[in-house]
Each structure stands twice: as C-alpha cells, then as structure tokens.
C-alpha cells in the first residue's frame, strides 16, 4: 500500500500526525482478524505486519485461556489499553517469553506489537481475547510499546505509529470503544482499588502522559 506523505503538526503539545490519502480501513467482519497465520494488512494509514510474516510460533491453547469473539467484532472491542514491555524484546522473543513464563499465555498477550523503529506488528489476532489485563481482558484491546517509558517517551516512531493506529481501530469500528483509552496502571487501579500487590507502573509516566493527550484527542477519554 502506498501511502501519501505524513504531515506532523503540534496540537496542545501531542505530536500529530495526518495523512491525507488515508485506505479505506478493513471490514471488521473480515476472516483476517480469525487467522492465527495472516499476512499483512493495511488498518487506516498504517500497515500490520501479519504472524506469517515476521514468523509467529502456533498458539498453545492447551490448558491456556484462549478464546475467540463471536461477530460481529465491534460490538465487542470495548475499550483500548495501552502497555510498555519494560524490558525490551523482538516480536519473536515477547513470544516465546509469554508462551513460556510462569504463568503462561496461549500466544501473546497483546494485540498489537509496536516495536522502536514505530514498525507495527500483529501480536495476538484481534479476533481473540487478549491475556494482557488482570481479569479485564474481555472487551479490551491490548497494545504495547516495546521498551520502558518511565524516564523517558517513546521514540517519535512509535508515537506516529500509536497515532496511526488508534486513528485506524477508530475507523475499523466508528463509534466503539465507548469505554475509552485506558493504560494498564489505570485499569488495576480500577479493577483492584485495595489492593497494593495489584498496582503497577505500566506503561511508564511518559506513555502515561502520552496516552491521556490521544484519549482527549481521539474523544477516547477513560468512562
């Protein structure tokens, strides 16, 4: 897909980015969101790196939550919440890591894998629950920024490509995720209120930051 150059411009101090020959986005009732080995496909102005391309392992659903959504899909992509891996992994590592942690996942437990270059990766289909949040994940898609953000921001990259990509799960489902743009500190503290052992920084102050300027630049703030 080709894509028209990107303008960058600087709105109440989020960096944004438009593209004025933006695809029409991918039906959500597409079989894509369902394969566990697609290609790559355009979502808005930015293109999805497919698990057949850059290699995905096979899912491991044995004794592993591992479930699909019924159609149709927007009714229920709820809300989206935004991570950091702290550590810094490939898409094929995060893999293997999450498929082999104590307490494993069935593949990765993100949707969406935006590495430091800003490349945009498939992690988990988005046609299946996510394994990302604490008994949350039902309704909830997960993307993760690869690195830790709490000394510093992502790199201009990825904050073009998480642009690009709410911008695009915006258009894939006009008017769902009524629940909001979330990141990962702010569901514990909702989901676990009394519980301290429960809390975490995810995703860092900075993507923190970042993620409640896009929620009131997208009208995704937090209900």
């Known amino acids: 897909m080709k894509i028209s150059a990107l303008i960058c411009s600087m709105v109440a101090g989020l960096v944004i980015f438009s593209d004025s020959g933006l695809s029409a986005p991918a039906s959500p009732e597409n079989s894509r969101f369902w394969q566990v080995k697609g290609d790559d496909y355009p979502l808005g102005a930015v293109t999805v790196i497919g698990r057949k391309t850059w290699g995905a392992e096979a899912p491991i659903p044995e004794g592993r939550y591992w479930e699909s959504y019924p159609q149709p899909l927007c009714r229920h992509l709820r809300r ?105 500190r702010d569901r514990k503290q909702l989901r676990f209120p009394e519980e301290m052992d429960k809390q975490t920084a995810c995703p860092g102050e900075h993507l923190a930051q970042l993620t409640d300027r896009l929620g009131k630049h997208y009208a995704l703030e937090m209900r």
């Open 80 to 184: 989206i919440t935004i991570h950091h891996t702290h550590s810094t992994y490939s898409i094929h590592s995060l893999q293997q890591f999450h498929q082999t942690m104590a307490d494993a996942k069935a593949d990765i437990a993100y949707h969406y894998f935006i590495d430091s270059d800003g490349l945009l990766y498939e992690a988990r289909p988005l046609g299946f629950i996510g394994s990302h949040s604490e008994r949350d994940n039902t309704f909830n898609v997960g993307v993760v920024l690869n690195g830790d953000f709490q000394e510093r921001p992502p790199t201009l990259a990825q904050q073009k490509t998480l642009h690009q990509l709410l911008q695009g799960l915006k258009g894939l489902c006009p008017g769902g995720y009524e629940e909001g743009l979330w990141t990962h």
